[in-house]
């Protein structure tokens, strides 16, 4: 009998043993957990990240240009805001000083990208203490700068003469990091300037998407070929049956990534519902550009609601001002005619984006020619345009992305400032007149030239207009 309650007693010792290990062991392992995971939390809120990238969805297939054969390549794309640790003003000017003597630029990309952020999320207006404000929905001017000094020069010259330049926001937006063009901006004090970059410079993408990546497959070579090299891309040729040139699409993916942040990504300007004037660097303007713009707008809100756009500038090579100064035609938008300073407001704006889609799947690498086909193909009724007769933009660059050879505009410049001061007493018209309206000529739908069939290009420009203020 004794023997038997030893047993029992033993076994009740063992079992409360067992009991209490098992619970100390659940503790402390919990213990371990929270203490990690809160060492964790104290050390992940100031770490930085600057490698976080995403990869965005493929938006739906269009039966009409995708097959449904087609994916979306993992397209690396940098966040569009900065990383939370904030990159003050001095850290920019000190790490980008010598970024431009670099041989190496690859060595600095990751510098370059965060910077470039931070610049387009602060959004420094200069000279707000000399023009600390601006007439309501005052145009805005947005210049597009790749990297050609001279031409932006001439330009910047040109606005210093302009009547009513102190009342205007004056927008760069860049392609490319140069110390000696931010100089040239920096000298400007005659009106409130901003710089914004696009954030995919073949300076910080050299060697992959959206630069050239080292499997990219080669302009020439056949889609079997390709296949078989297994190269990016290989299944989706453009029309012809060319691969992705980095030289030409740039400038249609810079163009429609400028207007799209222009009006979702400034707040300066988030509510303003006034024109917008895109420029370039190789452009000239008028002393009256800005008058003859304004009162252009008023017939635009008062008589002219199909306006969609106002073009102030024409190629004609022999411009006339005397009878024409004051006039003004309405007519169906064409690409080769009326892409030069071109102005739109939001509404015109707002218009396009139901076509931005088919503005990213549009197998053409020329911004001009796209959207061309978005006027007639996508927008009902489609573009109009209202442009003077007599241009108050011109064209002085003579070296297009086609162009080889010596570039010099200063002979260019002379012959147009000869002719502004000849016809000096027809600017600046008191009024604009309509020309009678003529029953518009339908505008032929474009053919599409190719070299955008990348379908990395169409998801990358689709990403273009998500900034959150």
């Keep these: ?137 005052a145009p805005v001017l947005v210049v597009m700068v790749h990297k050609r000094l001279e031409y932006l020069r001439f330009l910047i010259d040109s606005f210093r003469n302009a009547k009513d330049i102190s009342q205007t926001l004056l927008i760069f937006s860049h392609d490319f990091y140069s110390e000696e063009i931010n100089e040239l901006i920096k000298t400007i004090d005659f009106c409130q300037t901003l710089q914004i970059f696009y954030p995919y410079l073949l300076q910080i993408y050299e060697k992959e998407f959206p630069g050239v990546d080292p499997n990219d497959c080669p302009r020439n070579v056949d889609k079997k070929k390709a296949k078989q090299l297994k190269c990016n891309n290989a299944d989706h040729p453009d029309k012809y049956g060319h691969y992705r040139e980095v030289q030409f699409v740039m400038t249609k993916h810079h163009w429609w990534w400028k207007l799209q942040h222009v009006f979702t990504g400034i707040r300066s300007i988030h509510n303003h519902t006034g024109p ?37 500038g024409t190629y004609d090579k022999s411009p006339r001002y005397r009878d024409r100064a004051n006039k003004v035609d309405v007519l169906n938008w064409q690409s080769s005619k009326h892409n030069m300073g071109m102005s739109m407001d939001r509404a015109t704006w707002q218009r396009l984006q139901p076509c931005a889609e088919e503005f990213c799947r549009f197998d053409d690498y020329n911004w001009d020619w796209t959207l061309q086909h978005i006027s007639t193909g996508c927008l009902k009724p489609s573009i109009g345009v209202m442009v003077p007769k007599s241009p108050r933009i011109f064209h002085i660059g003579e070296c297009g992305i086609h162009h080889k050879g010596k570039c010099n505009a200063d002979d260019l410049v002379k012959k147009i ?53």
Excluded at 95 to 120: D, P, V
Excluded at 277 to 291: G, I, K, Q, R
């Design 417 to 469: 400032n000869g002719i502004l001061t000849t016809n000096s007493e027809f600017l600046f018209p008191s009024s604009l007149q309509l020309t009678p309206k003529t029953r518009p000529i339908r505008s032929r739908e474009p053919k599409a030239n190719g070299g955008w069939g990348d379908i990395r290009d169409h998801t990358l420009c689709m990403t273009y207009g998500k900034t959150k203020l």
């Design 1 to 137: 009998m004794m023997a038997v309650l030893r047993r029992k007693r033993y076994l009740m010792k063992t079992i409360l043993l067992l009991a209490g290990i098992t619970l100390c062991s659940f503790y402390f392992s919990a213990s371990s957990q929270s203490g990690n995971a809160e060492t964790d939390n104290k050390f992940s809120k100031g770490k930085r990240s600057d490698s976080i990238k995403y990869v965005p969805p493929l938006p739906k297939e269009n039966s009409k240009t995708l097959s449904g054969q087609q994916k979306a390549s993992n397209v690396k794309i940098p966040t569009p805001h900065n990383n939370n640790n904030k990159i003050s003003s001095i850290y920019i000017n000190k790490t980008l000083m010598n970024l431009e003597n670099s041989k190496n630029i690859s060595k600095n990309a990751e510098t370059l990208k965060q910077t470039i952020l931070e610049i387009n999320r602060i959004q420094e207006i200069r000279n707000l203490d000399k023009f600390p404000t601006r007439l309501p929905n």
């Design 276 to 312: 917008v004037l895109l420029l370039e660097e190789d452009h000239y303007v008028s002393p009256d550009f800005l008058p003859v713009l304004q009162q252009m707008y008023e017939i635009k809100q008062s008589n002219c609601p199909e306006c969609d756009i106002l073009t102030i």
